[in-house]
């Protein structure tokens, strides 16, 4: 139902040695280029990394169950608006923003803003993993299904 917006949470990540709320300018500031794994409320599970330019690239494996799939989301899906991080996916009715908690130093937990139980959460990846490299031009963003966007105004 709301795997879109789950896939774009699952994405954003951050880093901080101090818990507390994060904002969209300190998680641009902390994400950009670095690696999370992340595991979301209801299973869906993968690792990816945040790029400057909002795009994203990484894997996903929706509910914990099935294939991991490799995950692309173009250039400007994720930006900063008014001091918090939002999301523009193509298919989607609605440009869902996120609240940012930090844990600890290497966790954090992101939500969507309004529904508190959709949630991820992220831990900075310590080690070199090769998720995967920039797409290249041929590489087709992940979109939803027309049932699934219809799914999330309801």
Not at 34 to 45: A, I, N, P, V, W
Not at 59 to 76: K, S
């Amino acid at each position: 139902m709301l795997r879109g917006v789950v896939t774009a949470a699952a994405m954003l990540a951050a880093s901080s040695a101090v818990a507390g709320e994060i904002t969209g300018e300190e998680a641009r500031a902390l994400v950009s280029g670095k690696l999370f794994d992340y595991s979301c409320f209801e299973g869906t599970k993968g690792a990816g990394r945040v790029f400057a330019d909002g795009s994203v690239i990484g894997t996903i494996q929706f509910q914990g169950d099935g294939p991991v799939r490799r995950a692309f989301l173009p250039a400007g899906t994720l930006k900063v608006e008014n001091g918090v991080v939002c999301a523009s996916l193509h298919g989607l009715p609605i440009q869902p923003c996120f609240n940012l908690e930090q844990v600890d130093a290497r966790h954090f937990r992101g939500s969507i803003r309004g529904l508190g139980f959709a949630y991820c959460d992220f831990t900075q990846h310590g080690g070199h993993v090769n998720v995967a490299e920039r797409a290249h031009h041929h590489t087709k963003p992940l979109e939803l299904r027309p049932s699934l966007a219809s799914d999330v105004t309801r």
